[in-house]
């Protein structure tokens, strides 16, 4: 079946650097795709829509210059992490949607530590 | 504002057993409601997505039901399996923006 593949599934960088995240949907386009945030013992948080060819929709309290977003193909978003700090470290999650309304198939996740 | 509240918040079981999770919403209007199965370290998968007019659906061993009276679900895991660690969340969208909500979900430990 469909698949989202997300990269890399965990990553380590330094304090104050840039690390970009992939999310690629496999056999299928997406023009929408969601990023989502994960605290340990914690559930999933929307941080934003990305949409294909336009800018990505925020959720209240993400801060865009932070959380770069491209979604410049039909299969294809990225989620940049810049000037990382210690407290990004995280679970960075995509999804896209399927064809069944409201349903959407996962990433596997990237897990972020900054060092 | 709308809520998914998930009981319990973590279970253990003995493998061969059946447990019941629940997940309570207020979300309304309400479009469909999933019951993901997410493994640690790994992406939420699908395991079932109801509408409205639907009251049970089942993937394999799992049996998902929908009362939307009283906005009441639950995931029932029958002979439990030790690869059905995991943490189970119950995600409600509503019509109002699509919005999706999700609750914090249930961590299922299960031991030989």
């Known amino acids: 079946g469909a698949v989202v593949s997300q990269h890399p599934s965990w990553v380590i960088c330094k304090s104050g650097t840039s690390v970009k995240i992939e999310c690629r949907s496999l056999?299928?386009?997406?023009?929408?795709m969601f990023w989502y945030r994960q605290f340990p013992k914690q559930s999933l948080m929307l941080m934003a829509t990305?949409?294909?060819?336009?800018?990505?929709?925020?959720e209240q309290g993400v801060e865009k210059d932070k959380f770069l977003i491209n979604h410049a193909s039909l299969t294809l978003s990225t989620l940049t992490v810049t000037s990382a700090h210690p407290e990004d470290s995280s679970f960075y999650i995509c999804?896209?949607?399927?064809?069944?309304?409201?349903?959407?198939?996962f990433g596997q996740g990237t897990r972020l530590t900054v060092v | 504002k709308n809520q998914v509240e998930q009981s319990p918040q973590s279970l253990i079981i003995l493998e061969g057993k059946n447990c019941t999770l629940q997940?309570?919403?207020?979300?309304?209007?309400?479009?469909?409601l999933r019951w993901y199965k997410q493994d640690t370290g790994r992406g939420p998968v699908s395991l079932t997505i109801m509408t409205f007019s639907e009251n049970t659906k089942s993937n394999g061993r799992y049996t998902a039901t929908l009362d939307a009276d009283t906005k009441q679900s639950s995931l029932h895991i029958t002979a439990s399996q030790l690869s059905d660690s995991a943490s189970y969340i119950c995600?409600?969208?509503?019509?109002?923006?699509?919005?999706?909500?999700f609750g914090d979900g249930t961590t299922l430990t299960v031991k030989p």
């Open positions: 056999d299928f386009q997406a023009t929408t």
């Open positions: 995600v409600v969208r509503g019509t109002n923006a699509g919005k999706s909500t």
């Open positions: 999804s896209a949607p399927t064809g069944t309304v409201g349903s959407a198939f």
């Open positions: 997940c309570n919403y207020t979300v309304s209007p309400f479009s469909n």
């Open positions: 990305s949409n294909e060819g336009s800018k990505a929709t925020y």
